[in-house]
């Protein structure tokens, strides 16, 4: 595996100035300089690929308007994990379509998981003619390059992968948040669980090496940063494809020495890899936070084998109560799916049944969506929506009553906050987050963003709560 692409690298280094002059051009013939909007669905990786996409804009010169409708240049880095979200950006591409009868200079763009599907690129060549450049998932290194080809051409520019071992380092990045920070610790996924499109279209997993990741960190620490999220669809099984392998609760024990870091996240954990190592580094880390989120998606074990998710309900049972004797002040959130093919109402009571044992302190719940190409897209016993539908409100019932429960507990409690930003709703009022990914609003000022700060939690209201420093 070559792990630093350094050719690479300049050869995009030298796209950049080129796009820069098409930038410079532009913004002669439009009398201002030119805009861009890069709107992004899905998950973190997403997002952290947008932040880069968004460096390589601002190196170029374009201004950062993100608002799709009125830009020079709109690029949507789509999310295909559910069918819905396909259709969202369907509707923008609409929307665009009319947009673009009037300023024929606006340039569309479309990268991200759903244009890795073959049948999503022939339904755009077809029915989307509008759309000026694709990319997919691999090659978003190349979108210097790219955007050169696109405005060099006057039809549509596709360039889709799929695959690739390449990892090319240190090129341009733009923060959302100037104190904290995704990273991407590894690519791809190797577990394909039976309804999930993300091995398809994010590849096969690849582990970045130590060094790169601790090199990033430190350099982002130095640049603000106090809090980093480590990124990647099975965390747990960091290091594997290494050279010299090395474990993820390894890797967590050499970034907790960087000094100046403050925090450290990380999602998403397999259950199935969750080692004893990994729990006893996090009990006696003071820098990694009390928040793991660990996707039951079913507590019936039958499901869960159809699923091919490889544990069963008692082996998840055990772990969640390993760890919450292990590390009591722990919030756990998870990830459910309901109406996965041949799954009952006695199979949904499973599923409910973990949920209220384990306590979760938050859990998304998702209704099944068909996805073309994998295992459970083929299975015969698609259930019925109205089923689905019924299942899903019943758990999410059980859901929502017990992350009230458990966020009652932390009442009265004071706590370390980091100040992420100015309430949208009151601006006497900040908001924070714990370590244990609770949010609280409290009395503060702009001044305060990007610090950590002890809070007590005075009044509870379901999800966040209420605070005051102290
Ligand atoms: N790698 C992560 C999850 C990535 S996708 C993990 O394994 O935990 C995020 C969540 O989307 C999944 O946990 C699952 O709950 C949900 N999901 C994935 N495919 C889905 C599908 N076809 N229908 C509904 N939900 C799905
Ligand atoms: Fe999808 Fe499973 Fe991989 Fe998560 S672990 S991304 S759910 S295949
Ligand atoms: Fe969606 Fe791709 Fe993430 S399919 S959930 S954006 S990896």
């Given at each position: 595996m070559?792990?630093?692409?350094?050719?690479?690298?300049?050869?995009?280094?030298?796209?950049?100035?080129q796009a820069?002059?098409?930038a410079g051009?532009?913004?002669?013939?439009?009398?201002?300089?030119?805009?861009?909007a890069?709107i992004?669905?899905?998950?973190?990786?997403n997002?952290?690929?947008?932040e880069?996409l968004?460096g390589?804009?601002?190196?170029i010169?374009?201004?950062n308007?993100?608002?799709?409708?009125?830009?020079?240049?709109?690029?949507?880095n789509t999310?295909?994990?559910?069918?819905?979200a396909?259709?969202?950006?369907?509707?923008?591409l609409g929307?665009?379509s009319?947009?673009?009868?009037?300023?024929?200079q606006?340039?569309?763009?479309?990268c991200?998981?759903m244009?890795?599907?073959?049948?999503?690129?022939?339904?755009?060549?077809?029915?989307?003619r509008?759309?000026?450049?694709?990319?997919?998932?691999?090659?978003?290194f190349?979108f210097?390059?790219?955007l050169?080809?696109?405005y060099?051409s006057?039809?549509?520019v596709?360039d889709?992968?799929?695959?690739?071992?390449?990892?090319v380092?240190d090129?341009?990045?733009k923060r959302?948040y100037?104190?904290k920070s995704?990273?991407?610790?590894m690519f791809?996924?190797?577990?394909?669980?039976?309804?999930?499109i993300v091995?398809y279209v994010?590849?096969?997993?690849?582990?970045?090496e130590?060094?790169?990741i601790?090199?990033e960190?430190?350099?982002?620490?130095?640049?603000?940063v106090?809090?980093?999220m480590?990124?990647?669809q099975?965390?747990?099984?960091y290091g594997?494809?290494?050279?010299?392998?090395?474990?993820?609760?390894?890797?967590?024990?050499?970034?907790e020495?960087?000094e100046g870091?403050?925090?450290i996240?990380?999602?998403?954990?397999?259950?199935?890899?969750?080692?004893d190592?990994?729990?006893?580094?996090?009990?006696?880390?003071?820098?990694?936070?009390?928040?793991?989120?660990?996707?039951?998606?079913?507590?019936s074990?039958?499901i869960l084998k159809?699923?091919?998710?490889?544990?069963?309900?008692e082996?998840?049972?055990?772990l969640?109560?390993?760890?919450?004797?292990?590390?009591?002040?722990l919030s756990?959130t998870t990830?459910?799916?309901v109406?996965?093919?041949?799954?009952t109402?006695?199979?949904?009571?499973?599923?409910i049944d973990?949920?209220?044992?384990?306590?979760?302190?938050?859990a998304?719940?998702?209704?099944?969506s068909?996805r073309?190409?994998?295992p459970?897209?083929?299975m015969e016993n698609?259930?019925?929506?109205?089923?689905?539908h019924?299942?899903f409100d019943?758990?999410?019932?059980?859901?929502?009553?017990?992350?009230k429960?458990r966020?009652l507990?932390m009442q009265?409690q004071?706590m370390?906050?980091?100040?992420?930003?100015?309430?949208a709703q009151?601006?006497?009022?900040?908001?924070?987050?714990?370590?244990?990914?609770?949010?609280?609003?409290?009395?503060?000022?702009?001044?305060m963003?990007?610090?950590?700060?002890?809070?007590?939690?005075?009044e509870c209201?379901?999800?966040y709560y209420l605070?005051?420093r102290?």
């Open positions: 070559q792990a630093l692409d350094e050719k690479e690298l300049l050869i995009q280094k030298d796209y950049i100035k820069k002059k098409i051009e532009l913004e002669q013939k439009l009398g201002h300089k030119p805009t861009f890069i992004t669905f899905g998950c973190q990786m997002a952290r690929d947008s880069k968004i390589i804009m601002d190196e010169g374009f201004v308007n993100g608002e799709d409708e009125k830009s020079d240049f709109v690029l949507y999310c295909t994990v559910r069918d819905n396909n259709q969202k950006v369907y509707g923008r929307v665009l009319n947009l673009k009868k009037k300023n024929p606006m340039k569309i763009a479309l991200g998981c244009m890795q599907e073959p049948s999503v690129i022939e339904k755009i060549k077809k029915s989307y509008h759309v000026d450049l694709i990319f997919g998932t691999h090659n978003i190349k210097a390059e790219l050169v080809t696109m060099e006057d039809r549509m596709i889709i992968w799929d695959n690739t071992e390449r990892i380092e090129l341009p990045v959302k100037s104190f995704g990273i991407n610790i791809g996924c190797n577990n394909f669980c039976s309804y999930c091995p994010r590849g096969r997993e690849r582990s970045r130590p060094k790169d601790i090199r960190i430190e350099a982002l620490v130095k640049d603000g106090v809090e980093v480590l990124l990647g099975n965390v747990n099984s594997k494809t290494l050279e010299s392998p090395m474990t993820f609760a390894e890797l967590l024990q050499e970034i020495q960087i870091l403050k925090r996240r990380f999602m998403t954990s397999h259950p199935k890899d969750l080692s190592d990994l729990i006893q580094v996090m009990k006696h880390s003071k820098k990694i936070c009390r928040h793991l989120h660990l996707p039951l998606q079913s507590g074990s039958r159809e699923m091919n998710r490889r544990y069963t309900k082996q998840y049972l055990a969640a109560n390993k760890l919450r004797t292990e590390i009591p002040d756990l990830d459910l799916i109406g996965f093919p041949g799954e109402p006695e199979d949904v009571d499973e599923t973990v949920v209220k044992q384990v306590g979760y302190d938050n998304f719940t998702f209704i099944y068909k073309t190409g994998t459970a897209a083929a698609q259930v019925d929506e109205a089923l689905a019924e299942g019943r758990l999410l019932k059980v859901v929502q009553d017990t992350a429960e966020a507990m009265g004071t370390e906050a980091l100040v992420e930003e100015m309430n009151d601006d006497t009022l900040v908001t924070g987050r714990l370590s244990n990914n609770m949010i609280v609003h409290f009395p503060g000022d702009a001044s963003i990007g610090q950590l700060v002890m809070v007590k939690l005075v209201k379901g999800f605070g005051e102290v």
